[in-house]
């Protein structure tokens, strides 16, 4: 399990900042244009987008969980998951998980586990700026928690600057572990 009691480093603090920036960005769609909140999260850690589509809107229906949430832990599973399809789940990968499920909702102050209706069935209508700002918000949240989730599990975590790579479908390996 990660340490999550010490305090994060200026440079550890800066990378879960940056994320949480690229998060936002990507979703509000001021600087680069609009992405989705899964491809959002793809794009921040440098993760192949095609497959994050299928998470617009809650899986596109919005009757599935928030697409931050299921990015987040997709993300890590790509990352931190055994590179063998016959392969268990990694216990870096279960820890990681674990602990990103455990906090997502507190860090974003969203239900876990809800749907992406349930989510924003307060807001007057799904095209709106309350709603576009609450899900920037889950998207920012959602990738800094994902770097943080990496970083207190002693693994390097790679930003993709706003811009530097956005649209492009690139994967990369696993994640390395600094410990």
């Keep these: 399990m990660g340490d999550w009691k010490r305090p994060l480093s200026d440079a550890e ?25 899964g491809i ?3 794009e921040t850690f440098g993760r192949a987008t095609a497959p994050y589509q299928a998470l617009r809107r809650g899986g596109i229906t ?12 997709l993300v890590l ?16 990968l279960r820890s990681a ?10 860090r974003t102050g969203a239900c876990d586990g809800a749907t992406c209706n349930a989510l924003v069935a307060d807001f007057s ?5 309350e709603r576009a700002a609450f899900c920037t918000h889950l998207a920012a949240e959602s990738a800094g928690l994902v770097a943080e989730t990496l970083l207190r599990n002693a693994v390097a ?19 390395e572990d600094t410990r």
């Design 13 to 37: 603090q800066a990378t879960v900042d940056a994320a949480r920036t690229g998060g936002a960005l990507r979703y509000e769609g001021t600087v680069v244009p609009h992405r989705s909140c």
């Design 40 to 42: 959002a999260l793809a």
């Design 62 to 73: 919005g009757h599935g969980q928030c697409g931050t949430a299921v990015a987040g832990r």
């Design 77 to 92: 599973g790509e990352l931190l998951g055994d590179p063998d399809p016959a392969g268990p789940a990694t216990p870096r």
């Design 97 to 106: 998980v674990t602990e990103f499920v455990s906090r997502w909702g507190a």
């Design 125 to 129: 209508t799904f095209k709106g700026p």
């Design 157 to 175: 975590v790679e930003v993709v600057p706003v811009g530097e790579s956005d649209g492009a479908d690139r994967t990369q390996g696993t994640a």
